[in-house]
């Protein structure tokens, strides 16, 4: 592809600074355009704040930019749920079999910057402030915003790294329809916080993702390398008690944490504040037909699939996109060859995620506290000890393991149907019919 090695990217956030790294390091000539300012100097003005959890996917992926030893210095590990019922005791539920499978929380600002710098120090051209406003794809011209002029930019091929709200995409969508659809979540988030203890540490377990399990609404928080929690409260826009629509300020929130979350009213003193100063998130799937139009343009991540964030896997999913790209990129023949191998191999894989993503919503807040899904998730663990890589949990396929989403969806359908059938009408582990549920691991999982 000797003179088509240039590519110009659209958005400078986490997937567009972590595919210019990869690129750059393979000697492609990089520009990346991010209508923001750059970090580094005026501080990172991002949109959603809400932590981003690190698994094996988007691990692989900063290995092979060299970004993961910088990466995880900033990263707290999370070994598990720590779950915290109106009634009973909180305690932790392990993802994974022990301390190598767990996963990393990680702020988005932090690592965007550690991205940025080592873009630019393998060559990659950062131009900030720079804002898309169209695309001539027929002389492959972009037009940028930078301050108050118009700049105009010669480009070999586009790639949309730059959101939900892509720029890109709806210029694409301009001169051929994608089959764009948005599906919105009933249920919005509001962001809060932990501060330090007085002491300066941490003020609750810091090593685990914290949930507070209400039914249909709940609260988590994740852990920060500077000693606070990112709390973030997901309930209903409007509708049944509690809801955004009934909660509207800081006096409701007290009233409603008093209520449903009273062992959290200690660790959030400036709770009335943050509820009034913060604004309620909105939350949506993104589904597209076309990824790319020809040689002139691609998308990846949430320009091209945006999720939920209920399985922490939005960046995890984009950065996987990332190394797809860039070894399409270096495997075909043409500029479009690459586009379309690279949507023909991710779109099956980002709409499995999606579809996981919104399911794990429903365990989360619902499910966590269930005797029945308890009880599931221990024989899940026993199954895999009794058949080791042929039964393995669905956490773990889709978050310490590299296999396809669209692989990993499949099996926990098929799993899911084995833990229901062995566990119908039982109270414990002692009355399972091993020797059935086995015969159905074996006859209906294929090892890995």
Known sequence: MGAEREITIIGGGLAGALLAILLARRGWSVDVFERRGDPRVDGYAGGRS???????????????????????????MMRGRYVHPLQGEPGLQRYGRDDSEVIWSINRGELNIVLLTIAESHGARVHFDHALERVDFIDRIATFRHHEQQVKRPFQALVGADGAGSTLRAEMAKVQPLGERTEWLDHGYKELEIPPAADGGFRIEPNALHIWPRGHYMCIALPNDERTFTVTLFMPHAGSYPSFEQVQNGDDAMALFQAQFPDTLPLIPALRHDYDANPVGS?????????????????????????????????????EDCVALAEH?????????????????????????????????????????DAEFLLQRQ???????????????HYAMVTFMRIPYATALHRSEVQRGILVDATRGLVSLDDVDWAAVDAAVVANLEPL
């Open 50 to 76: 809400i932590n981003l959890a690190l698994a094996e996917r988007g691990l692989h992926a900063l290995r092979q930019a060299g970004a993961d030893d910088a990466v995880l210095q900033q990263a707290v």
């Open 283 to 319: 939350l949506a799937t993104l589904y597209l037909d076309h990824w790319h139009m020809g040689s002139h343009a691609v998308l990846l991540g949430d320009a091209a699939h945006a999720m939920v964030p209920f399985h922490g896997q939005g960046m995890n999913c984009a950065f």
């Open 329 to 369: 990129l270096e495997r075909a023949p043409a500029l479009g060859d690459a586009f379309a191998a690279f949507e023909a191999e991710r779109k099956p894989n980002a709409e499995a995620i999606q579809k996981m993503a919104l399911e794990n919503y429903i365990e989360m807040r619902d499910k966590v506290d």
């Open 379 to 393: 024989l899940e663990l026993a199954l895999q000890e009794r058949h080791p890589g042929r039964f393995v949990p």
